[in-house]
Structure formats: structure tokens, C-alpha cells
T-cell receptor, first 112, second 117 residues
Framework: QKEVEQDPGPLSVPEGAIVSLNCTYS??????FMWYRQYSRKGPELLMY????GNKEDGRFTAQVDKSSKYISLFIRDSQPSDSATYLC????????????FGSGTQLTVLP | DAGVIQSPRHEVTEMGQEVTLRCKPI?????LFWYRQTMMRGLELLIY????????DSGMPEDRFSAKMPNASFSTLKIQPSEPRDSAVYFC???????????????FGPGTRLTVT
């Protein structure tokens, strides 16, 4: 079993839809949770970062962490075609933030 | 401010040839990471350096792979001899690691798309 499991997708939604992307993990030591966005033929870029449990909102994006269930989510409200990309979750344990464990990524397409 | 620079962007080579991938991290960053991304395996960490010293190379798949960081502004990943199964996108990333707890954002380069025929 992988340390981080991510819903495989691909996911296709109409413009304006609410998108939910999810990851589960098995390592209870993980404390830092990130979402990276990767456009086609580009490197990943950090989108959201959350420490420990709780929610974090940034514009149309909301990241949620439920450590009791070992489950993290990224919600995208009012999705736009420009949100079409692969979304990778990533996480690390406290004190070893220099190393990230990535999910396999979910490919999202927002149709105009 | 330039981001992480990688070269070449694309490389096509024949099996058995030596391949050298290059990376220039963001100025001032002290940690550098090499990743490999494939459809089957996703993004895998190969090796990371801190202050030019290799800290963890457990992700390097086999002895055909080697990485160096002779100074703070340059790193190479070499594959010798290359094989078709090495075909992938190779990313370099850098970060500023001040030690201790806390997240250190990694900034990725555009990647090198390697095809070994």
C-alpha cells in the first residue's frame, strides 16, 4: 500500500462547478499538507499549504485536513477552464519538511 | 527573479548513451531535489542535497544514476548507460531550508523530458 493515495481521476466538470479533490494517507506522523498544481508540460507549483488539522481558504480554493481520518481535501469553487491541470497532494512529517511524499495526482479538466 | 533553470528541456538519446541533466537552483536556496515523474509511478524523489551535500539518495534507482552538486548554483544528474525504462520527465526543485520544524516550499523547474530509444 502506498503511503499516500490519491483519487486517480481524470475528472471533467463544467465551468462554475464545485470540485472536490481528495487524498488519504497512512503515516500518522504527517503534519504538513500541501496541494501542488501542475499545468501540462510544466513543473508543479505550490497552491495551498496547511499545518496539522483544520481548514484554510484562499480565494476560490479551500484546503481541509482531517488527521483523525487521515484524509485531506481541496475544494475549488466556481471552477474555471484555467483551473484545468493535474493536482498533486503532498505531505511531510514534522521536522522533515525537506522531504515530501506526493500523491499520484488527479487530472482535472474544466469545460467552458 | 529567475526560477529554477533546467537544461536541456528535451533529450532524445539511444539506449546505452550517457545522459546529463543540468539544474541551476534559485539563488540563495540551500536545498536541491531531483525528481522523476512517469504516468505509472507519479513523482518520485531521487536524491536531495542540503548545502551541496547529498543527504538522501535512497531514491536513486540503480548505480547507473549519479548526481553531483559541485557548488550552490549547479547540479547534474547523470545516467550512464541509459535504458528505455529511464524515459520520464526529470524535475529539479530547490528550497530554502533553515532547519528545524516548518514547511519549506519547494520551487520546481520546468523539467527535462527524456526519451531513450
Amino acid at each position: 500500500q502506498k503511503e499516500v493515495e490519491q483519487d486517480p481521476g481524470p475528472l471533467s466538470v463544467p465551468e462554475g462547478a464545485i470540485v472536490s479533490l481528495n487524498c488519504t494517507y497512512s503515516n500518522s506522523a504527517f503534519q504538513y499538507f500541501m496541494w501542488y498544481r501542475q499545468y501540462s508540460r510544466k513543473g508543479p507549483e505550490l497552491l495551498m499549504y496547511t499545518y496539522s488539522s483544520g481548514n484554510k481558504e484562499d480565494g476560490r480554493f479551500t484546503a481541509q485536513v482531517d488527521k483523525s481520518s487521515k484524509y485531506i481535501s481541496l475544494f475549488i469553487r466556481d471552477s474555471q477552464p484555467s483551473d484545468s491541470a493535474t493536482y498533486l497532494c503532498a505531505m511531510s512529517a514534522s521536522g522533515s519538511a525537506r522531504q515530501l511524499t506526493f500523491g499520484s495526482g488527479t487530472q482535472l479538466t474544466v469545460l467552458p | 527573479d529567475a526560477g529554477v533553470i533546467q537544461s536541456p528541456r528535451h533529450e532524445v538519446t539511444e539506449m546505452g548513451q550517457e545522459v546529463t541533466l543540468r539544474c541551476k537552483p534559485i539563488s540563495g536556496h540551500n536545498s536541491l531535489f531531483w525528481y522523476r515523474q512517469t504516468m505509472m509511478r507519479g513523482l518520485e524523489l531521487l536524491i536531495y542535497f542540503n548545502n551541496n551535500v547529498p543527504i538522501d539518495d535512497s531514491g536513486m534507482p540503480e548505480d547507473r544514476f549519479s548526481a553531483k552538486m559541485p557548488n550552490a548554483s549547479f547540479s547534474t544528474l547523470k545516467i550512464q548507460p541509459s535504458e528505455p525504462r529511464d524515459s520520464a520527465v526529470y524535475f529539479c526543485a530547490s528550497s530554502l531550508d533553515l532547519g528545524g520544524k516548518g514547511h519549506h516550499e519547494q520551487y520546481f523547474g520546468p523539467g527535462t523530458r527524456l526519451t531513450v530509444t
